[in-house]
């Protein structure tokens, strides 16, 4: 059993370490970079924030049926397990939003088809954020 201490170090390491690779080195892939084939290219400091925005926006591209709202609960259930985890860097604002939405049952509206990525998860956690 995870002692409510050591789940709180394991995020904020998570975040710290973030900031070391990016002190240290200057860069981070996703982060400081644009994905894919695109990450030769750097995004200027003063853009960073918008970088999750432009990706989510981009992704949102879903087709199809949609996921029962029970599947939408798992889907953020799912995605709340992995950030937990501490090795994203998740902010804990993120981290409480995701417990809210499940708390009052605010769930998004997910296409089953248009997933892309090696994960396959993206177009779908595309319409998590943008919830």
């Not at 170090?9 to 240290?24: A, H, M, P, T, Y």
């Not at 695109?38 to 989510?56: A, N, Q």
């Not at 993120?94 to 009052?104: A, S, Y």
Request: charged share 20%; aromatic share 10%.
């Amino acid at each position: 059993m995870v002692e409510a201490g050591d789940f709180r170090q394991r995020i904020d390491s998570g975040v710290k370490f973030l900031e070391k690779i990016l002190s240290e080195e200057g860069h981070i892939y996703g982060v400081t970079t644009g994905y894919g084939d695109s990450v030769m290219f750097e995004v200027p400091y003063d853009l960073i924030e918008e970088l999750p925005m432009h990706l989510t926006r981009f992704h949102g591209c879903g087709l199809g049926e949609f996921f029962t709202p029970e599947q939408s609960r798992a889907i953020l259930a799912a995605r709340l397990a992995s950030l937990t985890r501490g090795y994203s860097g998740v902010s804990w604002n993120l981290l409480d939003l995701l417990v809210e939405l499940l708390n009052r049952n605010i769930l998004p509206v997910i296409p089953q088809e248009g997933s892309v990525g090696a994960s396959g998860d993206l177009t779908p956690l595309s319409y998590v954020s943008a919830h």
